[in-house]
């Protein structure tokens, strides 16, 4: 018998020391055990990735990532800084913390949360899973599609259901598509691109209802943009024991979107499945201790709301004043219909300094502009009187 102790056994003892949580064990094991499956090349629309990378401009306005200008908070700073000096230390035991800290919090054990660098990670081993065997991936159309695409890149099958004519999430339609080959219900609530919230009462029926016959996917990314985040999220069905994973991530109001920090919560069960399509372990230390520091530091994430939706009513003042309509926001970006080709209003914007984003659907153009700093608005709105 070896006498060797490996890292991951070693980890395992000493995450049950830092509260029972187990949740980095068998990483070698989930890797060895992973499905081998091949992406195809992707065929979707740009992405915000693509859209940053290849801007070719300096940008006075970076309003095309929906991310966070205001943050990190001082606290969560701060605590980045402290853990440089231990940085080469491998941060098993504050992992442990910030589990807690969550579960503490959203009242659940740290078995319903699984942890990644973002939650792109997390989008990811739901892809691979729910789309095995060619299973189809149910969402709204358009709304954030780094899940289907993956899935669809995998064999799986994309179903899009068009939105409401209030640009909603048409919970009924998705539900009517469900079959026997469907693997999986992807919900983003508030919806991206169009940052339309569902009715909370009409969204927990339809989790209630639907997650007996098939997975629901709640992603709620830019909740905390609501007035009431714990009001509308659908954390309360997995309390509830319903088949829904619910995804969160620090990268928008906590503005961690180059630290990387991300979890679902679910059933363990299901919590068990995706980590064998993901690592576990792949948070920085000063990415964890920012997290511990920032996460319900309320006073910050109140003053970040604040300015968020002060710039989004200058944002629709501008819009009215130049004879646009807009989709009313429940999150840190506005869609508006364009009155000239998107491809070549965003080119000109971006020539002008300012980043955007554009789409097409129901047969017209569509410009995203995510919400910054008033100076980064107020060059918005310099631009856009150019071509207005």
Known sequence: MSTTINRRNWLKSSAFMAG?????????????AMPARVFKPSSRAITDKEAITTAGFEMKARLLANENPFGPSAAAKKAIQDAIDKSYQYPFMTMGTLYNKIAQYEG????????????????????????????????????????????????????????????????????????????LVYICNPNNPTATVLDTAKLKA??????????????????????DPQAATMISAVKAGQNVIVARTFSKLYGFAGLRCGYVIAQPDTIKTLSMYTTGFSLAATTIAGAIAGYREEEFLKDALQKTNASKEYLYSVLKKEGYEYI????????????MDGKKFVSEMMKRGVGVRNWQFNG????????GRMDEMEAFAEAFKQLS
Request: net charge negative.
């Open 20 to 32: 029972g949580l187990a949740f980095f064990s068998g990483t070698i094991g989930k890797l060895a």
């Open 108 to 183: 659940i054990n740290y078995n319903n949360i699984l942890m990644e660098s973002g939650s792109s990670p997390l989008l990811l081993a739901a892809a691979i899973h729910y789309s095995k065997g060619g299973k189809s991936i149910i969402t709204g159309d358009p709304s954030y599609d780094d899940l289907p695409s993956h899935a669809e890149h995998l064999d799986g099958k994309w179903i899009k259901v068009p939105l409401t004519a209030d640009y909603k999430l048409d919970l009924d339609a998705m539900e009517a598509k469900i079959d026997s080959n469907t693997g």
């Open 206 to 227: 339809f989790c209630e209802r639907v997650s007996k016959k098939i997975t629901v996917f709640v992603d709620e990314a830019y909740i905390d943009y609501l007035p």
């Open 328 to 339: 009313p926001s429940s999150a840190n970006f506005v869609m508006f219909p364009l009155k």
């Open 364 to 371: 017209k153009d569509w410009c995203r502009v995510s919400i």
